[in-house]
Structure formats: C-alpha cells, structure tokens
C-alpha cells in the first residue's frame, strides 16, 4: 500500500495514509454535442475525521466532484481513491445527502430512514429504536407513515438527513444539506451534524454556498474557482468548539477566519461574472 502524508501529518510524529485522496480530477461534460472542461485538475487529500467544506461561485463544479466521491459519476482523467482502493461506484461506506434531497418515493417516512439500516443487517429492535430516535431528532413525529409527497422541502431534506446520519457510514457526502430548511431548523440541524462528528469523528465532506455555515461546522475549507473548478485556496479552521454557538460566533478568531474565506469566495464570484460578462 502507498503511504501519502495528509497535511496535519507532515511534521508530526506518526504520518497516517490519507483516507481519502484526490489528485488530477478532471471532467468533461457534453452540451449540445460540444465538450466542455467542468473540473481541472482538482487534486484535495483527506485525513480520517477531517470535516472538509467546498465553497464557490455556483457552477464550479463542486456538486459534480461529490458525486464523482459517490461513485455516481465518472471522472475523466485523473484518479480518486477512498481507503487506498479506486472509486469505482457507490458503497455503503459513503452516505450522500443530494442537494436534492432523492428519498424513495414509495417508502415512508419510517421506511426511508431505515433504508441502510436495513441493507446493513441491524438487529431489527436496533433498527426501529435508531429510527424512533431520527423521528423525534428531526422533528418528524407524525409523519411517521406519509410518503415523501406528502412533506413539504423542509421535512424530506430532514429525512435525508436522518437515513444518512442513522447509519452512520464512515464518510459523510453532504451537497448542500440545509440549504432548504428554515434559518432556525437549519441551525439545529448543523448542531446536531456537529454533535453527530465531535463523537464519531467521521470524515465528512460538505459543499455548500453558505460561508458562516463552513466555517462554524469544518476543519478545513476549500474555496473553489469558477469554471472550470479547481481548489485555489484552502484554509484551515483551528476553532475551539467547545463553547455554544453564541459564544463561538462572537470570537475574533471565528469572525478572522469568516471574513478571509468570504473575501476568497468574492473574489471567486468576481472572476466567474467577468469571465461570462
Ligand atoms: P455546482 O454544484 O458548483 O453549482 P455542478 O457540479 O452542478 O456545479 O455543475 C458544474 C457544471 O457542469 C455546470 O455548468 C453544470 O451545468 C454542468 N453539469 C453538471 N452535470 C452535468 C451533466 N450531467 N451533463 C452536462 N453538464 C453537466
Ligand atoms: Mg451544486
């Protein structure tokens, strides 16, 4: 097995292999019979229990290098490998929550958030209490039977969030995952994403447009360019995250580091609207 240092390794003690390693991406896509180039050369290492977010000027590409993650989508050159062993499509080791949030249209409530509980051989009294525990967590009692096209976008994307969180693989691949919810639910939600990590210490990765959001939940932040995307800055968010969010927001250090990754991403959006002008 290859031994690739990840960046909190080098200089330390111990160099761990990367969990999960990214070097030379590259996508193509085809319109309307022309190719054009979505992601260039996005090369990112991951550490075990790293929380990564990518911010960037919509359209860079940073939902297609999830899905690349996922297995979902091919890449054109370039390698992706999550324990040592090439991408080659979807596993139960990475859960996904699609900005879209895809639940099973014909299962309940109840049944989509036992889905891989259910595909993972869990004792059944085991499995109905996790998904008791979702129900009341995400604030879905009641809703216990309805089918997903009975809920509003708020309620399916937190029965996303709950079939992705009660397995808990050992990667999180989340694409925007609160961006419909309400600012109140929204915030509950990102606390109990933070909860969920500062206990398994998974390895997430998030994509998301909301700066604050990024910083407050991740380790590290990448900022993607515009068209076609790749990884031009990364900043590292060395916060403590002992305190309530009151207090962590409020921190000249959290505030610093806000203020710098926005201004990263402006300059992104800048370029982007230029570039098309
Ligand atoms: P982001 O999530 O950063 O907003 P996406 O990854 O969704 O960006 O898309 C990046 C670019 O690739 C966009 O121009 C989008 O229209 C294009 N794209 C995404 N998926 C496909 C596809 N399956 N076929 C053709 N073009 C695609
Ligand atoms: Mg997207």
Redesign the pocket.
Known sequence: MTVLATREAVGSASVRPAKIVISGVTKR???RGDSFL?LSAVDLDIAEGEFVSIV?P????????LYMLGGFVPASDGSMRIDGEPVSGPGLDRGVVFQEYALFPWLTVSQNIGYALDRSGRPRQERNEIVERYITLMGLRGFENSFPRELSGGMKQRVALARTFAYRPGILLLDEPFGALDAQTREIMQDELLRLWKTDRKTVVM?THDVDEAVYLSTRVCVMSH?P?RIVEEFDIALDRSGSREEIVLTDQYRGIRNAVWMSVRRQVTESRTATA
């Open positions: 896509f085809q319109r979505a960037g919509s359209g860079c590409g940073k939902s297609t290098l994509v068209r995307g």
